[in-house]
């Protein structure tokens, strides 16, 4: 694979944003619109966060994840989530050498940078469980010895909406270990119409670099940029703004479970970074705005009778930012 030049000293945090802009811009050669969803990619790999990607099939998911692995110098790797999926294909098992008469651990896919967890709602909850682990721990235990994953390390989950036909539920724990939930939507008119350009034109989505990607950020820009978010400042004000709206989902009416302490210091997490990639080195109530649907919208479970009304997470937390009072 073709990685990016290491042979220089680590990279200024402005040459890290600068290459982390360029990322977004990398991606756009194949993935037409969707600018959402790659910023919270993004996002994503400076928070240390897991992404999870919702749509029907068709909308470019995979193709979404593939464009960012080629354009990361970074190791990746694709497990497709089916019904037979068994957990050791995904973290790997002991496997017995009758010439040495031991046995060894043969690593799974999980052992990389960045991985697609393809469809992960077709295969049953226990093989969805096994990815727990290595989501919250960034390890794997084998016969209760843990196997470290590498760094950098991050989760890119896609899967159909839950009405489609042989899919399952994630568990709740699992939910809460995305920092985001990213709808992917059908392209507008215009989107498409440039989708099918570019296709008529030669283009082949199962050959990226002949599209002319090419990887322009690695782990040491990541690294950069994630100890540049550290220095991020965030004021008291927008602390106590983002608890106040957590804490707001778990008094909504329509929400029988609302956000954990866990969905705010990611939210938190994601507004410094977000910060940061705009380029301010403080946190405002506009940043804890921009990315609060996508870190929250999966960690709300609303009461049956309002589902059945057509209420929906979205529909809760855009009344709760009109509503829940932003500091001057």
Known sequence: MTTVDTNHDAPTAEQAQQALLALRAEIGKAV???????????????????????????????LLVRALATALALEHSRIQFTPDLMPGDVTGSQIYDPHSAEFTFRRGPVFTNLLLADEINRTPPKTQSALLESMEERQVSVDGVPQPLPDPFI????????????????????????????????????????????????????????????????????????????QVAISPEVLAYTVDLCRA???????????????????MAASRAFAWLNGRGYVTPDDVKAVAVAVLRHRLHLRPEHEVEGVTAEGVLTSLLMSVPVPV
Not at 34 to 61: F, I, S, T
Not at 222 to 228: D, F, N, V
Request: charged share 20%.
């Open 249 to 267: 989902t778990r008094t909504s009416p329509a929400v029988a479970h609302g956000a954990s302490t866990r969905g705010a210091t990611a939210l």
């Open 155 to 230: 989760v890119i989950a896609t899967q159909n909406p839950i009405e489609q036909e042989g899919t399952y539920p994630l568990p709740e724990a699992q939910l809460d270990r995305f920092l985001f939930k990213v709808d992917v939507q059908l392209p507008g008119r215009d989107d498409e119409f440039r989708i099918l350009q570019r296709h008529a034109a030669g283009f082949d989505p199962r050959d990226l670099t002949a599209a002319g990607l090419r990887p322009v950020a690695g782990p040491a820009h990541i690294a950069a940029a994630r100890q540049a978010i550290t």
């Open 32 to 62: 037409v619109g969707n600018d959402q969803a790659v910023l919270y990619l993004v996002l994503g790999l400076l928070c240390r966060g897991h992404v999870l990607l919702e749509g029907v099939p068709g909308v470019a998911k995979t």
